[in-house]
Structures are given as structure tokens and as C-alpha cells.
């Protein structure tokens, strides 16, 4: 939705830290992989899975260090909706998504509207589709 505000090195940290995100229940589903997929096309990247060699708390101390306020939103708001594109939130992936925002110094209440804000744009996009197709 907003990835293409990223800079272009936040592009490629966004990446990773989705990589991070599908290993966070350890099963990668296949929808995680298209959304991951999507993502790059939305900024205009090739199609890729990067490298994730870095420590997971060493990408957080890099993403909190390197991005504005927006960005931090934009950032939880996409991975949340990376975490949901299976169709399940389980603890494991609250747990990622919490420790997420604490990392980038935002607070539980951040969380819970971002999160709020993505599940009402998920059923009116369901809605429209909806309508528009049947």
C-alpha cells in the first residue's frame, strides 16, 4: 500500500525483515511468499527473497536507526498484513509483531490501530471486490 515511500535502502531492509516475519511461526506459507512477491513489485524491485545472514535484533537496531516516523508505520503496517495474508494470526506472529514496534520505540497503541486500520481496509477491499465481481 505504501511501500513505495520507502527509501530505496528501507526497500531492501523491508525485505529482509519480511523474511523474518514468515519464519516467525516457523511454517512460510505459500501466501506469505506471493505477498513477499508482491511487495517487490509494488517497489518496483525484482522478484526476490533476500539474504537474511544479519541477526534478527541487529535488523531491528538497523531499521530503528535508519527510518523516519512514517516509515515505522508503514513498516508495521505492511508486515502485519504480511503476518495475516495466510489467513491466521497465531501468538507466534503477535509475539514477532510486538516485539516489532517496542524495537522501533512505538507503543502498544500504535500497534493496535495500525492493526485495526489494516482488518477494516481488508473488508472493504473483500466488499468492493464483492460487489464489483458478483
Known sequence: MFLKELSSENKERFLKLCVHACMANGVIAQEEKNMVDAYCREMNMKEHIPDV????????????????P??????????????KSDGEYDCKEKDFAGNFVHSLSLSDET????????????????????????
Request: proline letters at 0%.
Open 70 to 83: 512514517a516509515e515505522k508505520k508503514i513498516f508495521v503496517m505492511e508486515i502485519l498484513a504480511l503476518l
Open 53 to 68: 545472514g544479519e541477526d534478527l535484533s541487529e535488523l531491528l537496531r538497523d531499521i530503528a536507526d535508519n527510518t523516519t
Open 111 to 134: 500497534l493496535k490501530k495500525l492493526n485495526d486500520l489494516l482488518d477494516k481496509y481488508t473488508l472493504i477491499s473483500k466488499e468492493i471486490y464483492e460487489y464489483i465481481i458478483k
